[in-house]
């Protein structure tokens, strides 16, 4: 556990946030709850889009993250997920919590565009 | 074999390498990445709308209906005439399109399945055995201008 300013916070939402943070600063890709909001982290005081964070008994913490993808993509989706993973694993290393952290998966939900009608 | 032999059993290979749900994961030692069978599925519906000359994609009644869908916000005009089989490494696509009246339908075929294949490799890494068009309609200009009704003395 933790403070984050007046709120104490789980290894897990810690590692939710971080996640949710790697996905808002990596260009071209955007978080998703799916339908009826079946993709969060649900923390006291923190919801986190589009991540899912399982901890296991050991304390290890599984995330899955849900992403929809802006038209079109500059890089292809593995080299997305491989930014988004590793800024995660980048971060949670300088928070600590790289021994907390488990399985990262990435799924690409839904592709984001204009069209013309037809 | 000859080429249409390697085509079917690529074909059946994208089939019977089908994920559950609809998804195809990718295994790697830093975690796994799933990319949904949608996604394809509409990777490849944008990338045939690149293609200039492609006025739509459906047939003529999917897209009366997605016309009607996307009104009330269930159509998606970007899997509109477009359906994808895809396993763990390779894809199929059929599309249905539209063309503009005056186009080379060959040059537009060609053009869009360059276009489907180098967008859904480039983007998902999926192998594309074979993408299948049909041409069903034809644009004309003025097409989608409402008819005025006959004037009855």
């Not at chain 2, 359906?83 to 537009?108: C, F, M, N, Q, W």
Request: glycine letters at 12%; proline letters at 3%; zero cysteines.
């Amino acid at each position: 556990m933790t403070r984050d300013g007046d709120l104490w916070m789980s290894g897990r939402v810690r590692l939710a946030r971080l996640a949710g943070q790697a996905i808002a600063v990596s260009d071209g890709v955007a978080a998703t709850t799916g339908p009826a909001g079946r993709w969060l982290t649900i923390g006291s005081q923190h919801t986190v889009a589009g991540v899912l964070a399982v901890e296991d008994a050991d304390g290890r913490v599984d995330i899955e993250m849900h992403l929809l993808v802006h038209w079109p993509p500059q890089v292809s989706l593995q080299q997305l997920a491989q930014q988004v993973r590793g800024r995660l694993r980048r971060s949670a290393g300088m928070a600590g919590l790289e021994e907390r952290l488990g399985a990262v998966s990435v799924v690409f939900d839904d592709v984001l565009a204009e069209t013309r009608g037809g | 074999m000859s080429e249409a032999e390697k085509t079917v059993r690529a074909a059946s290979g994208a089939a019977s390498s089908k994920q559950v749900d609809g998804r195809v994961p990718l295994e790697s030692e830093l975690g796994q990445t799933t990319i949904g069978e949608s996604v394809v599925t509409r990777v490849a519906g944008l990338a045939a709308r690149e293609v200039p000359g492609v006025h739509a994609l459906g047939s003529g009644a999917a897209r009366a209906i997605g016309s009607v869908t996307q009104r009330v916000g269930l159509g998606d005009l970007r899997t509109q005439g477009v359906s994808v089989e895809s396993g763990e490494k390779e894809a199929a696509v059929d599309l249905t399109l539209v063309i503009d009246y005056g186009e080379s339908i060959p040059r537009i075929a060609d053009a869009v399945r360059s276009q489907v294949i180098k967008r859904v490799e480039g983007i998902t890494g999926l192998a594309v055995m074979e993408v299948n068009i049909t041409v069903n309609d034809l644009y004309f200009p003025g097409d989608d201008e409402p008819v005025e009704a006959p004037r009855v003395a």
